[in-house]
T-cell receptor, first 115, second 113 residues
């Protein structure tokens, strides 16, 4: 059962425009959400996170939005740059002391930013 | 320069052989994790350790074993019992709190033929 889903396998955007990557989750116990960026043959790099007590978190060109009622989060990249081209993973972790960073990942979305 | 080191980057083994993947971190993190990535799929948790000399099974632990004798090291053994061992293996660490991000190594690509 896929508890974290990224339904778009790929996204193509023009340089300078906005990239919007989406993620849905089913487990209502998730209370911490993260986005990672990954290049081929490398480990994922942490981008930005959001706690369930917030609905928005911003860091430079990256903004994550959380809609708890819809169990949906999105990552906005503005403006998009060719160096942003990578695979983006959404991840979530649950509440409680046993979570200890156990992340559940989505399948990933390949973002391509064209010059 | 702190980080997580996984070695080797590429590993080839014959079917039926056990193989151990190395993971070392100098971030002074308490928690360490092993994930596996297959094409078109997200990362899946194999094992994790919150503290030295203690570890727990993740979602896909069958056919794998780990040890955590030192804070800095969390080696993963892929045994011959693992039915589909060919994959990209990622080690990660964190400070171990529930809202802390994981920091990943650059992975080991294991190919078993």
């Amino acid at each position: 059962d896929q508890q974290v889903k990224q339904n778009s396998p790929s996204l193509s955007v023009q340089e300078g425009r906005i990239s919007i990557l989406n993620c849905d989750y089913t487990n209502s116990m998730f209370d911490y959400f993260l986005w990672y960026k990954k290049y081929p043959a490398e480990g994922p790099t942490f981008l930005i996170s959001i706690s369930s007590i917030k609905d928005k978190n911003e860091d430079g060109r990256f903004t994550v939005f959380l809609n708890k009622s819809a169990k949906h989060l999105s990552l906005h990249i503005v403006p998009s740059q060719p160096g942003d081209s990578a695979v983006y993973f959404c991840a979530a972790s649950g509440a409680g002391g046993t979570s200890y960073g156990k992340l559940t990942f989505g399948q990933g979305t390949i973002l391509t930013v064209h010059p | 320069d702190g980080g997580i080191t996984q070695s080797p980057k590429y590993l080839f083994r014959k079917e039926g052989q056990n193989v151990t993947l190395s993971c070392e971190q100098n971030l002074n993190h308490d928690a360490m994790y092993w994930y596996r990535q297959d094409p078109g799929q997200g990362l899946r948790l194999i094992y994790y350790s919150q503290i030295v000399n203690d570890f727990q099974k993740g979602d896909i632990a069958e056919g794998y074993s780990v040890s955590r004798e030192k804070k800095e090291s969390f080696p993963l053994t892929v045994t011959s019992a693992q039915k589909n061992p060919t994959a990209f293996y990622l080690c990660a660490s964190s400070i171990g709190e529930s809202d802390s991000p994981l920091h990943f190594g650059n992975g080991t690509r294991l190919t078993v033929t």
